[in-house]
């Protein structure tokens, strides 16, 4: 029995400091309420909060189509359109205000006024986006595929909206014009694509906003007729020459020459002078180059 004792005071004496620091803890909780222990801190992390920036590119918007689907309540799955005044109509519950919400956060919404109005108890709901025509970004000019198209988690900048449209079209310019609204008030920018890929400063690569306008203007021209091999309209390119013009169309054919090369070239007062070129003359925009054919 004594060893037991002993065994047993040494027991109680191990477990000594663990039953002081948890008291201490629990006189923190009651002595500095609004200052939670470091204990229930860590047995309770916080939820990761999202950023705005996710919240705008995922919340409802006007004219965007969703469909609502309860959990084992197929009858009440529903697709509408969210109206003007940014909301839907869903079986029993009425009218439900949506617009500015993430999904989850609007079928929560929805939830609640289900079992508010115990119609369904511990309602499940899910809604998902069928057609985003809220947050969209019109892509215009010279791009293969013009139109609108959705912004989201892959679609953000400048480039990744070229991208969807094709490309800029061989007859457009590298230089885009965006129309859009910064701090409520419209704003007109001017992007060089090529020079964001040449520097590699990503920041020239905008970001864009639900209505932004993305136009691509038509290429500076110049056009190559005569002893050409293939006469047409080819996109000028910077620095480009009277040799390098004609060499995109095909060369100069058997019966040309190089010399007496004639420039039309557009004055500053709306007409049109001729002048005589050499093949290390620099060309200019709307230039029209011809080729004489060869007198021997």
């Known amino acids: 029995m004594t060893a037991k004792k002993t065994i047993l005071a040494l027991s109680l004496a191990a477990l000594a400091p663990a039953c002081l620091a948890a008291q201490r803890v629990a006189d923190m909780a009651v002595t500095q309420p609004g200052r939670p222990p470091q204990a229930m801190a860590m047995a309770q992390p916080a939820a990761p909060v999202p950023s705005i ?13 969703i469909r609502v689907t309860v959990f084992r309540n197929p009858e009440l799955t529903t697709e509408a359109r969210v109206s003007e005044r940014g909301t839907i109509v869903f079986p029993m519950v009425g009218e439900v205000e949506v617009a500015g919400l993430t999904p989850s956060q609007a079928a929560q919404r929805i939830g609640d006024r289900l079992r508010a109005g115990r119609y369904v ?30 912004i989201d988690s892959t679609n953000m900048h400048l480039t990744d909206f070229l991208a969807s449209a094709g490309g800029i079209a061989p007859t457009g310019s590298d230089r885009v014009t965006i129309l859009t609204h910064r701090d409520g008030r419209p704003e007109k920018l001017e992007v060089d694509v090529a020079e964001i890929f040449r520097s590699g400063d990503l920041s020239r690569n905008v970001a864009l906003e639900p209505g932004d306008t993305v136009f691509v203007e038509r290429a500076p021209m110049v056009y190559v007729y005569g002893e050409v091999q293939k006469g047409g309209s080819y996109r000028l390119e910077p620095g480009m020459t009277v040799m390098q013009a004609i060499a995109m169309g095909g060369g100069i054919t058997p019966r040309g020459t190089d010399r007496g090369i004639k420039i039309s070239r557009v004055d500053g007062h709306g007409g049109t002078r001729r002048v005589d070129a050499r093949l290390t003359d620099r060309v200019q925009a709307d230039d029209v180059i011809q080729v004489q054919e060869s007198l021997f």
């Not at 920036?53 to 189509?65: I, K, V």
């Not at 309602?123 to 985003?132: G, N």
């Open 53 to 65: 920036a996710d919240t705008r590119l995922e919340s409802l918007g006007m004219g965007d189509m």
């Open 121 to 150: 108890v511990n309602p499940e709901v899910t809604v998902s986006a069928m057609q985003v025509n809220s947050r969209q970004v019109s892509v215009l000019g010279s791009v293969v595929k013009p139109g609108r198209y959705p």
